[in-house]
């Protein structure tokens, strides 16, 4: 069993940057591929970015490639998701997921463990 804890969310100005962290506990995350979803209000959940168990592999949603970076740091346990240049359609609640894909997943359903989420808000 894996908990995942988002933080690191909140308001910001569009252009600006924030960084979301994920940290886990019960389990050490380099068993897992990591992945950010975000949810934006009256939308489905979508894919962010996803990051294979050793670091090596990161996958981009098109709408954040070149913004948006994801890193991990199995020593600590966590994951994070480095925004840049946000725009207001960033705003959405994200998600940590961790799974046991080899390469990392866009799919959802792929996921075995989620966070509760951080709010992103970004103003125009």
């Known amino acids: 069993q894996v908990q995942l804890v988002e933080s690191g969310g909140g308001l910001v100005q569009a252009g600006g940057s924030l960084r979301l962290s994920c940290a886990a506990s019960g389990r050490t995350l380099s068993v897992y591929s990591m992945g950010w979803f975000r949810q934006a209000p009256g939308k489905e959940r979508e894919f962010v970015a996803t990051i294979d168990r050793s670091g090596g592999r990161e996958t981009y949603a098109d709408s954040v490639k070149g913004r948006f970076t994801i890193s991990r740091d199995n020593a600590k346990n966590t994951v994070s998701l480095q925004m840049n240049s946000l725009k207001p359609e960033d705003t959405a609640v994200y998600y940590c997921?961790?799974?046991?894909?080899?390469?990392?997943?866009?799919?959802?359903?792929?996921?075995?463990?989620w966070g509760q989420g951080t709010q992103v808000t970004v103003s125009s």
């Open positions: 997921g961790a799974t046991r894909q080899g390469y990392g997943s866009r799919r959802e359903y792929e996921y075995d463990y």
